[in-house]
């Protein structure tokens, strides 16, 4: 039986993560995190402010995902996004990791380096166990392109 | 010897002034940490009381803060007169003052530029500065020269000269004519940085000074001001300090040397893990609050070098400041207490007994 996995979805977060661009994140997040193990990775590298609404939406966004047998895990975060994931406790939620490459490694699938700078980019390995990174237009979030693992 | 004292506040970039009046926070860089409370008192107003137990009397404070009128400032007016005065206008100020308590028939002039915290035996100083009998005594300590020095009221000419090399920092200079130099041993703390302030406020609650918190010692080394409220469900482990009208709620932990500082609220299940909270700061629930000093919504991890300022209330935020009658019965309140004792530094019985819950978990 063969099931079909999205890749794993790499998002860089805007420097201020605040309750106005957490609406827009989360629409355009919205359809990703309703499929089926949506795997995520948030690089948090140009994170410079969070409030509690951007807290909030990590939490949506890994309780959605594990709902649905995915997982959210973060990356690179700044010093100031580490000092507020901390505060919050949320460190100790999250796996958190050095890069994006390391976070999408932890899927199982190798993110290449060009696409981890990329804002947004999706990882994803194939069917030989051979794995590859693209990265995907922004407002394509969903863009069809999944692969398959034998369950 | 009849000794008048003079404490110079300097803060010329105003930082302060934006500081303790308005909603916001400075840079914690920026500003002058003898301002801020250290276990319930500044530090000025704690090297006013010490001037006080020494009977050096009358003190005057020249600032170029408004300090009567900061509503989060801890200034009592009748402890000493305040002179307010543009940042230019300091050292004509104390010039001023200098010539008027020459006038007067003092005899010596302890001059203080409020920059540290330093426990000086003002008896052992004086008596230094009378049996050598120069115009100036100057105070060191191993590691250099402290913004203390003693002027000889009788040589009033020399001494406007002098004042003008305390104020240029020539004073310290090695064989200055008509200084002598007072060598200091005791605690002293420069105040250089906000991890001098913290260190003061673990070394006051570890006792490694003399400088005790402003409130009762409910278990050992746990201190907690009047009107503090913990919940019962709260934790507080020693040494520890909540100060005046402040709340821990459900499920808080302070621990290794926390300090609350008065007019505060830390919300249920937020820890605070050698950390200190500056007056009326919220602290929302479920935070983890460690090696950080929090102003606000203005955060300094102290571990990390970093400074941020979060402005969310749900998180971090600014509190009320009381209104002018509140303060008013607060000063009044402290006057009562200080007239029943004269020592400022001796723990104070609460007027309306602090709603500590013994069922909660304190230990030593």
């Known amino acids: 039986m063969r099931k079909t996995r999205l890749p794993v979805l790499v998002r860089r977060l805007p420097q201020s993560v605040n309750a106005e661009n957490v609406r827009v994140l989360l629409g355009e997040l919205d359809s990703f995190l309703k499929a089926d193990g949506p795997r995520l990775v948030f690089d948090l590298s140009q994170v410079e402010e969070m409030d509690a609404a951007g807290v909030d939406m990590l939490l949506r966004c890994v309780t959605e995902a594990t709902k649905r047998d995915g997982d959210l895990k973060l990356a690179a975060p700044s010093a100031r996004a580490l000092v507020i994931l901390e505060l919050t406790q949320l460190d100790r939620l999250f796996e958190i990791f050095e890069t994006p490459a390391e976070a999408a490694a932890s899927f199982g699938v190798t993110l290449t380096t060009e696409n981890a700078d990329e804002p947004l980019a999706s990882a994803s390995s194939d ?16 863009s069809g392109r999944s692969d398959s693992d034998v369950a | 010897m009849r000794t008048a004292a003079i404490i110079i506040v300097q803060d010329s970039n105003q930082s302060s002034v934006h500081d303790f009046t308005g909603a916001g926070s400075a840079p914690f860089g920026n500003r002058n940490l003898a301002l801020l409370d250290v276990l319930g008192e500044s530090v000025l107003n704690r090297t006013i009381a010490r001037l006080q137990r020494y009977g050096v009397q009358p003190i005057s ?172 469900g709260a934790r507080i482990l020693g040494p520890a300090y909540v100060g005046a009208h402040s709340k821990v709620r459900a499920a808080a932990l302070l621990t290794r040397a926390a300090s609350v500082e008065r007019n505060c609220e830390v919300d249920c299940g937020t820890v605070i893990d050698d950390a200190t909270v500056l007056p009326f700061s919220y602290l929302g629930p479920g935070l983890e609050v460690a090696h950080t000093l929090v102003d606000g919504g203005r955060l300094l991890h102290l571990a990390r070098n970093l400074e941020l300022e979060i402005q969310d209330r749900r998180l971090l935020g600014r509190l009320r400041s009381p209104s002018p009658l509140l303060r008013l019965r607060d000063r009044v309140m402290a006057r009562v207490r200080s007239g029943a004792s004269n020592d400022l530094f001796a723990p104070t019985d609460s007027p309306e007994p602090a709603s500590f819950h013994t069922a909660g978990e304190i230990a030593p």
């Open chain 1, 127 to 142: 069917g030989n166990g051979t794995e590859s990174g693209e990265s995907t237009p922004e407002p394509q979030l969903r």
């Open chain 2, 61 to 232: 404070v020249v600032s170029d803060i408004d300090l009567a009128h900061a509503p989060r400032l801890s200034w009592d007016g009748a402890t000493a007169d305040l002179e307010y005065t543009e940042a230019g206008e300091l050292l004509a100020s104390v010039e001023r003052l200098l010539f008027e308590y020459s006038r007067q028939d003092f005899k010596a002039l302890v001059l203080i530029q409020l920059t540290a915290y330093a426990e000086l035996d003002y008896f052992d100083v004086l008596r230094y500065h009378r049996d050598h009998g120069r115009a100036v005594t100057t105070v060191q300590d191993a590691e250099g020269a402290l913004p203390v020095s003693v002027f000889n009221l009788k040589q009033e000419e020399e001494c406007a000269e002098l004042l003008r090399s305390f104020w240029n920092g020539s004073l310290w200079h090695r064989n200055r004519p008509g200084a002598s130099r007072y060598v200091f041993d005791g605690y002293l703390n420069r105040l250089e940085s906000p991890y001098d302030f913290r260190r003061l406020v673990t070394d006051a609650l570890t006792r490694r000074c003399e400088l005790r918190p402003l409130g009762r010692e409910v278990r050992p080394r746990v201190w907690l001001g009047d009107g503090a409220r913990v919940d019962s």
